[in-house]
């Protein structure tokens, strides 16, 4: 039983390095396919939107923006303390915590479309929404979206522990402020440029 537990909270620690690389290149590929046929893109770290009709190196592009950037800024921040840190592992770390987040993706791909996602906007802005049955689906999300995203960060945070040998508050005080970064410079810089270049 413990076994299982710590291969579901930090599988990074346990796997072999080959087969946390084949794994995390699987998951990608992955995460791409679900955004194609979801018609959905990433234009967040942690959020996902849709976009009908984007163009197939768009969605390569963003995703794997999505996950070199973050990892890249944790490899930095690892860095910061221990000098022995590889980008790999803080690569393979922060693709595995995403996965949860990949099964909340492919739900929300079920359960909405970008005109619901529309009409949710609509309606918040005007008060809460009347139609029952989108709030119906809003609802499941949630209910699932939230346990999974604790998850995840679970995930992130033992995986980083494994991969740097993080001790110390400020550790993760690097850790935190590396994710912040690169939602920041992704949806605020990459992701409208991105968008730019593909749509022009």
Not at 150 to 174: D, E, F, Q, R
């Amino acid at each position: 039983m413990m076994v299982l537990k710590d291969y579901l909270f930090n599988p990074v620690k346990f796997l072999p390095d080959r087969v946390q690389t084949g794994m995390s290149l699987f998951f990608v590929a992955g995460a791409i396919l679900i955004n194609y046929c979801g018609k959905t893109i990433q234009d967040g770290i942690y959020h996902t939107g849709f976009l009908s009709d984007s163009a197939p190196g768009l969605l390569v592009v963003s995703t794997l923006l999505v996950f070199l950037l973050p990892s890249a800024l944790l490899f930095i921040a690892g860095k910061t303390f221990n000098k022995g840190t590889r980008f790999i592992d803080l690569w393979n770390s922060f693709v595995f915590s995403m996965v949860p987040l990949l099964l909340v993706n492919i739900l929300s791909a079920s359960l909405l479309n970008e005109a619901a996602a529309t009409q949710l906007a609509v309606a918040t802005n005007a008060g809460v929404p009347d139609d029952a049955g989108l709030l119906v689906r809003i609802a499941i999300l949630g209910v699932i979206g939230l346990p999974c995203f604790i998850y995840s960060i679970v995930l992130l945070v033992n995986g980083y522990k494994t991969a740097t040998n993080a001790k110390k508050t400020p550790h993760y005080i690097w850790m935190g402020l590396a994710i912040i970064a690169a939602e920041i410079i992704y949806r605020l810089f990459l992701y409208p440029s991105l968008i730019n270049y593909f749509t022009k």
